[in-house]
């Protein structure tokens, strides 16, 4: 059994994986939000702007894993994991508008492709590939939140 650290931890490193994009270890701290925003999770913009720069002293734009960690955690705290699958479930819902309970990969390519411009088609298709595991051109609740917390 996994214990709440253990699968924020989890969280973080795939969302973190997801945005680093030329494996470099390092995340442009203005994807820091969106992050934030895909992970359902609520934050303060100013709040977030100073810790990025207590993580970023060098004004690089980029953060690498453990500042990244330091930044989400300090939003991360106040949610334990019902809220956080009620917070997934929410975003899920967003883009399931017909409410059929999946949406299709060409969706989520949508929602990865706007998170992150440096996608590529290639990059896309290969993380819709891994979540898709059935190949049915959709993605359900359990594939999407199996995604973002990597269970």
Same mark, same amino acid.
């Given at each position: %059994? %996994? *214990? *709440? *650290?253990? $699968?924020?931890?989890?969280? %973080?490193?795939? +969302?973190?994986?997801?945005? @680093?994009?030329?494996?470099?270890?390092?995340?442009?701290?203005?994807?820091?939000?969106?992050?934030?925003?895909?992970?359902?999770?609520?934050? =303060?913009?100013? /709040?977030?702007?100073?810790?990025?720069?207590?993580?970023?002293? /060098?004004?690089?734009?980029?953060?690498?894993? =453990? !500042?990244?960690?330091?930044? +989400? +955690?300090?939003?991360?705290?106040? #949610?334990?994991?019902?809220?956080?699958?009620?917070?997934?479930?929410? +975003?899920?819902?967003?883009? @399931?508008? #017909?409410?059929?309970?999946?949406?299709?990969?060409?969706?989520?390519? /949508?929602?990865?492709?706007?998170?992150?411009?440096?996608?590529?088609?290639?990059?896309? *298709? !290969?993380?819709? $590939?891994?979540?898709?595991? @059935? !190949?049915?051109?959709?993605?359900?609740?359990?594939?999407?939140?199996?995604?973002?917390? !990597?269970?």
């Amino acid at each position: %059994m %996994m *214990d *709440d *650290d253990d $699968q924020k931890m989890a969280i %973080m490193r795939k +969302a973190f994986q997801m945005f @680093d994009t030329t494996k470099c270890g390092f995340i442009e701290t203005i994807k820091i939000s969106t992050i934030l925003n895909t992970m359902g999770q609520l934050f =303060d913009e100013g /709040e977030l702007q100073a810790l990025i720069s207590e993580q970023d002293p /060098e004004g690089s734009n980029k953060v690498n894993f =453990d !500042g990244f960690c330091n930044i +989400a +955690a300090h939003f991360l705290e106040e #949610e334990d994991d019902e809220a956080m699958q009620q917070e997934l479930k929410e +975003a899920f819902r967003l883009y @399931d508008r #017909e409410g059929n309970g999946y949406i299709t990969t060409s969706t989520l390519k /949508e929602i990865l492709g706007a998170l992150d411009d440096k996608l590529t088609s290639s990059d896309l *298709d !290969g993380i819709i $590939q891994e979540i898709d595991t @059935d !190949g049915s051109g959709t993605v359900d609740f359990d594939e999407f939140m199996e995604m973002m917390t !990597g269970d």
